[in-house]
Structure formats: C-alpha cells, structure tokens
C-alpha cells in the first residue's frame, strides 16, 4: 500500500481529514502509552492521519461499577482492513490489539465471507475505561475505512441524524431504519467515515467520560441556536456541547479546515 502524506492531502475545504477527531483523556502518567498503542495499529493504515489525541486529567478517575448487559458503549471504532495487502497487515493489527494496554470487550457474530486465517467473528478491544471500543473487520474490494461509530438510543436516532448533519454540514450518505453513514474524507486510498448505528428498544448507549468527538466547524454561530444543548467555552476556539444522548462533543471554531 502507498502511503500518502498530508502534503499531497486535498485542500478543498470539504475534504477535510481532520473533520471528525477523537479526545482521550488519560489518567496520570498514562497518557504515552495510550498514545503509543493507538500510533502502532493505526501506523499499518495511514500512519500521517493523527486522528486520536491523548492527554491526562490531573488526578485518576475513580472506577465505575461494570454496566448492565443490555448498555453499550456508546462510541466505537472500526477498521476495515483490504484483504487484497494480504494476512500480514490483518493479522498485525489483531495481534496488537491482543497486547497491553489493550483490553478484551466482547465479540459479535458476524455473517459474510471470510478469509481462511480471520475468524468468523468480530472480538471488540478498548484501551481503558470510558474510551471507544475498537474492532477490525475484513474489506473485500475498495479502499480501507476508518469508521467513528455512535451508537444512538432507539428513541433519538433520528434526532441525533439532525443534528450531526448540522455540525458536519454533510448529508446522509447511506441510510437504513437503524444505521446511517456520513462520508467524512476520501483519497485514493482510505474513507474516514461518521456512522449513526440505532440500538434495539431498552438497549442503552453509555457516554464515554474519557473520550470526546472533537469536530471542526465553520459559522459557529449559526450552529449554536440549532443545537439541542448550551455550549460552553472550554478553551479558545473550542466549545463544548451534548447530543441527545448526553455524549460529551468538543466544537473546533475554525475558518480554515488544515489550521
């Protein structure tokens, strides 16, 4: 695969790599290796795309008691990896996620065809508590995705649609009852993706309070009136808000897309 770097990246302005971004916050002392751990899978997918950033709190979070069966972190990560690079990039990827700091989740069945060294399964791995799960899953023809996956409650998908149309200033590339996709950046090689995916009745998406989806935004100020929830500044240029679900979202006001 060739990798591309960001000077040969497109500068029209819709074509933004750094659209969508994800902030993890560490506890003390962490904040490396958390960092590190992310650098290493994503250096096999496009090692110049820094969509992850990671910083510490000043003191370590107090542990949670372990939710309930029927909740689900509400914030995901998955890489469709291209078959055609071959079991090497595939099977690098799930050996890290198999090391520390790296943690086991769950695993999901999932149907299709699969190549005879992936398993026919889909096993989800986090980095620490209240951070996004992680999986990998196989592409058969096409580019390789980088996908942001919210999981929305039942009762507000269709809100939570609207509104990160507003923010993204995108329209719904594609859309079922209970999944939807926004197409966040596209070169030659890779898709970096938004997905809306709506959890069964009595299913609940958890917020991660170690972890924020970051946008940039242009015309802030008519965004805000739109918006469900206050804003409140956080730091110069950076705004912070909730979706309907209650999901922490850090707003970047900016007029230029790469500053």
Known sequence: MRFISLGELSVDDIQDPFLVSIHIIADPSESRCLQGAIDRVLAWIHPDLQLFRVSERRTSKKKK???????????????????????????????????????????????????????????????????????????????????????????????????????????????????????????????????????????TPVPLDSSLLEFRVKDFGQLVPLLPNQCSPISEGRWQTEDHDGNKILLQVSMDPFT
């Open 65 to 203: 008691l372990k939710q309930s069966f029927t909740s689900q972190p509400a914030l995901a990560i998955i890489l469709f990896l291209q078959e055609e690079y071959g079991e090497d990039q595939i099977l690098h990827v799930h050996k890290c996620f198999q090391k520390p700091p790296w943690q086991f989740h769950h695993t999901e069945r999932v149907h299709g065809k699969f190549l005879p060294y992936m398993p026919c399964n889909q096993d989800f791995f986090t980095l620490a508590c209240g951070t996004p799960l992680w999986a990998i899953r196989q592409v058969h023809y096409g580019k390789e995705i980088i996908r942001f996956t919210i999981y929305c409650s039942y009762e507000n998908f269709t809100d939570m649609m609207k509104m990160y149309e507003l923010i993204l200033k995108k329209s719904v590339w594609k859309k079922k009852a209970d999944f939807c996709v926004f197409p966040i950046y596209s070169n030659m090689d890779i898709d970096i993706e938004l997905s809306l995916k709506r959890l069964l009745k009595g299913q």
